[in-house]
């Protein structure tokens, strides 16, 4: 139940992400039609980055927040397998398949709406030259919900003791979740080692491109050379 209270407080966060970023997506360009965009991270890289991150939460990918209240769920349900009767054990595992089938196709739908909607190359519609960064006033919101973001990835423990008073309602409990203090250390732990092969990785690519020029070209097409399909419709 701790889990399911965390995940509310999460969709609360990241969907209000997706939201301004597609609402900036909107504002830029003037055009709902998906197809009609394409390439938008050239002209509006935060936002494209903010947008990343709100789909990277919403599908319960490691490092962010989302993956922190949907493993307290997973890990909630199997634990109380045999626990009780044998038709609230098919239920649990029809609930667990059930996530992990929706899990799978919210990866699938951001994918595409992210690489429709802001990579591709050339753009699909003239109004993608028209569309620019949005005013700070409309990125500074974004970024503070972004680090609420990652302050609940990286530090469950401080929203468990934001969410444990409404769980002691139900279950009488205000300490119910802190037993699972050393598997959401480790989660967090796993997560800053990740960050810092990264950050590796990144200073080594850079220390081996010393002394080269960067050079430009059009996004890889899986060998399609025609251009865009769209734009010969």
Not at 18 to 23: I, N, S, T, V
Request: net charge neutral; glycine share 10%; charged share 10%.
């Amino acid at each position: 139940m701790g889990g399911a209270f965390l995940h509310i407080l999460n969709h609360s966060l990241f969907k209000a992400l997706l939201f301004y970023a597609a609402g900036a997506d909107y504002q830029q360009p003037h055009t709902c039609n998906l197809e009609a965009l394409g390439g938008l991270i050239k002209r509006m890289l935060q936002t494209a980055l903010l947008f990343m991150a709100g789909a990277i939460a919403i599908s319960a990918l490691h490092l962010l927040n989302g993956f922190i209240s949907e493993f307290l769920m997973y890990s909630g349900m199997y634990q109380t397998l045999h626990l009780t009767g044998l038709s609230v054990d098919i239920l649990l595992l029809f609930t667990f398949s059930g996530l992990a089938i929706i899990g799978g196709l919210v990866i699938f739908a951001f994918t595409k709406v992210f690489t429709m909607a802001f990579l591709g190359s050339p753009p699909r519609s003239n109004a993608i030259y028209l569309a620019d960064e949005t005013a700070l006033s409309m990125r500074v919101p974004n970024f503070i919900i972004l680090l609420l973001m990652l302050l609940l990835g990286f530090l469950p423990m401080a929203a468990f003791r934001i969410i444990s008073p409404v769980t002691a309602l139900f279950t009488g409990e205000i300490d119910l979740l802190m037993h699972r203090t050393a598997s959401l250390t480790s989660v967090s732990l796993s997560s800053l080692i990740f960050l810092l092969l990264l950050g590796v990785l990144w200073l080594l690519r850079n220390w081996q491109q010393r002394g080269h020029s960067a050079t430009q070209s059009a996004s890889w097409g899986c060998g399609y050379t025609g251009g865009d399909p769209a734009c010969h419709q």
